[in-house]
């Protein structure tokens, strides 16, 4: 089945500093991937919808110079939480979108935690 | 504005017996629902979805029934496993985006 990889896992940073996520489907081309924010106990919020080629679209309230997204090729996208404060830390998840019919082939990647002091 | 709604955030159910997971919608445009299995640090893994033309949907022990007149879904698992305990996450897809309701971690009791 679809595969994506995420890295890092697990990032702890001082405030401040810049922090890229990475995002790739392993098997298939992604046209479109996503980027969500989970805080503990909560839903999972969509922050914005990256295409490749093309600039991130970003839901209302997020800050687009604060999390810039970049889908350069079919297989990547990143990430990159620039002079990242205590309350960007969350849980970051990625998804990529595999197109195999309406409504299915959404795949997770297994998220990154980032904590910073 | 939640517009995916899962109303209760822990449900504890006998091994053997059926877990009701429920999930309000407030958007008429969504047009499909999908059902997340999410442990703590991981992605979510997709379960089931069902179209909004339908009513039922089913695969093994995963049942997906949709209310639309009362913006209503449910995901129904029989027999409970203790392998089932996580939080279980309703989507709705509108343009293309899937939007997520607030999870119920279910814990399935031996």
């Known amino acids: 089945g679809a595969v994506v990889s995420q890295h890092p896992s697990r990032v702890i940073c001082k405030s401040g500093t810049s922090v890229k996520i990475e995002c790739r489907s392993l098997?298939?081309?992604?046209?479109?991937m996503f980027w969500y924010r989970q805080f503990p106990k909560q839903s999972l919020m969509l922050m914005a919808t990256?295409?490749?080629?093309?600039?991130?679209?970003?839901e209302q309230g997020v800050e687009k110079d604060k999390f810039l997204i970049n889908h350069a090729s079919l297989t990547l996208s990143t990430l990159t939480v620039t002079s990242a404060h205590p309350e960007d830390s969350s849980f970051y998840i990625c998804?990529?979108?595999?197109?195999?019919?309406?409504?299915?082939?959404?795949?997770f990647g297994s998220g990154t935690r980032l904590t910073v002091v | 504005d939640q517009q995916v709604k899962q109303n209760s955030p822990s449900l504890s159910v006998q091994e053997g017996r059926i877990s009701i997971l429920n999930c309000d919608y407030t958007n008429s445009m969504f047009d499909y629902f999908l059902w997340y299995k999410k442990y703590p640090a991981e992605g979510p893994t997709f379960l089931i979805s069902?179209?909004?033309?339908?009513d039922k949907n089913e695969d093994g022990r995963f049942t997906v029934f949709l209310n639309k007149s009362a913006k209503h879904l449910s995901l129904h698992i029989v027999p409970s496993q203790p392998g089932d305990s996580a939080v279980y996450f309703c989507?709705?897809?509108?343009?293309?985006?899937?939007?997520f309701g607030q999870g119920t971690e279910l814990s399935v009791k031996p």
């Open positions: 098997d298939f081309q992604a046209t479109t």
């Open positions: 989507a709705a897809l509108i343009r293309g985006k899937l939007i």
């Open positions: 990256s295409n490749e080629g093309s600039k991130a679209t970003y």
């Open positions: 069902i179209s909004s033309i339908k």
């Open positions: 998804s990529a979108r595999e197109y195999i019919g309406y409504g299915s082939g959404y795949t």
